[in-house]
Every structure is written in C-alpha cells, then in structure tokens.
C-alpha cells in the first residue's frame, strides 16, 4: 500500500515521483535537446543553410545558484514525509557534477525513498560507477539514440557510442537492475535504426525505451512531422519481432511496454505526444537552480530555493510545496494552436 500522499493536486493526483537536474550542463549536444550549431539545429527543421551555421548561445547558471546536494536531500527528506517515494536525478549530464554518489548516499539513506535512479549519457559512468553502486544506486538508464557511430555523433555532437557500450558492459558486470536505454526516434535520422536498436536490447538483456520527440529542443526547431509515435514505432518493431504487452499495475508509468516473446527483453515506448498520460502524472520536477517545475511543458517555475536559503522551518517549506502541487495543470498542450514552448528547454528541466 502507498503512504498517504499529502501532496494532491486538484485533479486528485498524488505526487510520488521526484526528477532532480543537478546540473543544467552537459558534454554533449544532441540536436533534439541542446545542439551546437545551427546546422545540427536545422537538421530537422530542413532549411539548412550553411552559410549562416553558427553556435547557439547558451547561459549556464552559476554554480552558486544550484542547489547544494545537503539543500536537495533536505529537500527530499521533507518530501517523502509527504509520499515521495520515487527520485531520478537527471540533468543536463548528472555525472559532470561532482561526487555525485555523495548525493546518492544521502538519498539512499532517506526514510520512505525507495527507489533512486540515474538517467545519463554514458560518457562519463565508466569511473564513476563502482562509487554510484557503492552508495546505493541500482537503476541506471542511458541515452543511446544510434547504433551507428557516425550517426550517433551526428545527434549527439560527440563520439561516444563505444563508451555508452562500455558503460552498459560496466553496469552489467556491477549488478545494475534494471538497465534501461534511452532513444529520441525523430524521422529521417534514426527511425531506420528502430528494429537494430530493439535487437540491441535483446541481445544486452536490457530494456529499451524509444521516446517521441517532443518540442523541447533548444533551438525551437521542433516539428510535428518529425515525431515517429507510438503506433508506428510499435508497428515497425513488430514486423521483425513478436511482441506482447506487459500489463503494468503502476498506472503512473509513462512507458507503455511490450515483451519480445523470444526475449528475454522489453520494450517500451514514451509517448507523450500522441498518447498524452497526463491524467496520471504523479511527478513533479526539481531544477539545478531550485526551481519546481509541476510539468514538463510548464511556462512557469516556483522558487523552492528561496524558501531553503531564507530561513523557513520544515511547515513552512511543506504550505509552500502544497501550494505549489495545487497549481499543478491539468494536461500539456503539445499539438494545439495554443501551445507555447516553455523559456527553458530539455537539459535545463531534466528530462
Ligand atoms: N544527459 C542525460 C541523458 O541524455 O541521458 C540526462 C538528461 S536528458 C535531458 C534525459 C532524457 O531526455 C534523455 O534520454 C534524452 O534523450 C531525452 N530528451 C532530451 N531532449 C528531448 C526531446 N526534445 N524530446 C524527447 N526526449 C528528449
Ligand atoms: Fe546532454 Fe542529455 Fe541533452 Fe543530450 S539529451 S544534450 S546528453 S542533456
């Protein structure tokens, strides 16, 4: 049985799901989240023109506005006293940030938190994982969008298929479980790769989760016409290997998710954009620099860090994030005519 939640919304969701950015950085730069060039950025928005190919500019917090990691875990502390049962740390890339697993120890040790998990791009897990386990992490999942290695440096901006692989043998080998893998499907640049990349997981004894884009790239360049949905994700996939559907129990996972009948391996797909599970979102978002968000597609933030930083007791900290949870909206707007993409993008939230 979940403990009582103290943190409804007015659609009566209880929120049991804490994502932490810890840091709005990152060292890689994938066209679909933070692209480096204009031209990556024009990828998919198809007017390329290479004589205006230039950086987009970023603006880093400064250190000092993220929240510290003894800021986060008080902040934890008071949330799972509220139901919070559940944290991703996310980011930008969570791994430049240092000792990490410092953070996962402190979280470990927080009554009620039951389960910790790392979303990362792999650079960077090689070193540091034996310290992550040690302290307590057990759920890892990483980005891994091609299977080519030049195509995976066209959408990441790095060359780093091998060490994503490698981080995969790594967390094998450490005891990580479940190990899951990211994929962004955009048309035309890696959908061909669909049925290779379930193969993958197969082969790895993985679970692969393929992600409809959504508009929350950097460069604004987001288009319809370039989300592979569910449907035919699920289609292609299903011609070159039988799949059947996993009933889920927790009917606030945003996977939908299929076994591969030879497996042993699962599927999954995130489709927010054609099959929208908003009215079962029990999550909320932490940013790097202390904000709240109560949905991805959010065009506001509240500023949880003023409340730390200035003094409040625990109560006045648990009114503040009550107040905040009640004004939680009710779905995102993604496909409308009245849908605005929010100021700060994918690697600032945290996806
Ligand atoms: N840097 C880490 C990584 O890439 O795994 C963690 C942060 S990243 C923002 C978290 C996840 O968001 C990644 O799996 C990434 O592929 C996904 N993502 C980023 N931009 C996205 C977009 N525009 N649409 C869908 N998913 C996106
Ligand atoms: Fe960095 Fe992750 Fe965004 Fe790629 S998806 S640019 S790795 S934050």
């Known amino acids: 049985m979940p403990t009582p939640s103290s943190l409804a919304d007015s659609f009566g969701r209880s929120i049991r799901d804490l994502r932490i950015s810890i840091t709005d950085r990152c060292n890689f730069r994938c066209l679909y989240c933070l692209p480096e060039t204009e031209e990556a950025a024009n990828f998919y928005r198809g007017r390329f023109n290479p004589d205006k190919a230039k950086p987009i500019n970023y603006s880093w917090k400064p250190r000092d506005h993220f929240l510290t990691y003894e800021e986060i875990e008080r902040l934890v502390r008071i949330l799972a006293r509220l139901g919070v049962n559940k944290i991703r740390l996310t980011g930008g890339e969570p791994l430049l940030r240092r000792n990490v697993s410092n953070l996962v120890s402190r979280l470990a040790g927080v009554p009620g938190i039951d389960d910790i ?8 897990f090689p070193d540091q994982a034996a310290g992550l386990h040690q302290a307590g992490l057990r759920r890892v999942t990483f980005s891994i969008d091609s299977l080519d290695p030049a195509n995976f440096k066209k959408i990441t901006g790095r060359d780093g298929l091998h060490l994503v692989k490698e981080s995969i043998r790594v967390a094998k080998d450490l005891g990580f479980a479940p190990i899951k893998l990211n994929a962004v499907v955009i048309r035309h640049l890696n959908d061909h790769e669909l049925v290779e990349l379930a193969r993958f997981a197969q082969i790895e004894k993985v679970a692969m989760r393929f992600i409809e884009f959504m508009p929350l790239d950097s460069s604004r360049a987001w288009q319809r ?7 035919e994700i699920l289609e292609r996939v299903g011609s070159a290997m039988r799949l059947s559907p996993i009933r889920d129990e927790n009917e606030s996972t945003t996977a939908q998710r299929w076994m591969i009948e030879d497996g042993p391996a699962e599927i999954g797909v995130i489709a927010p954009v054609t099959e929208p599970f908003c009215g079962h979102c029990n999550r909320i978002r932490l940013t790097a620099d202390g904000q709240i968000r109560t949905c991805l597609f959010s065009l506001g933030e509240h500023d949880i860090k003023e409340s730390l930083r200035g003094g409040a007791d625990d109560q006045a900290v648990i009114a503040r994030l009550q107040a905040i949870i009640a004004q939680k909206e009710e779905r995102h707007h993604i496909g409308e005519a009245d849908f605005a993409q929010p100021d700060r993008t994918m690697s600032y939230i945290g996806g």
């Open 117 to 124: 998990a790392l979303t990362t791009n792999g650079f960077l």
């Open 225 to 231: 016409d370039h989300v592979v949905g569910k449907a």
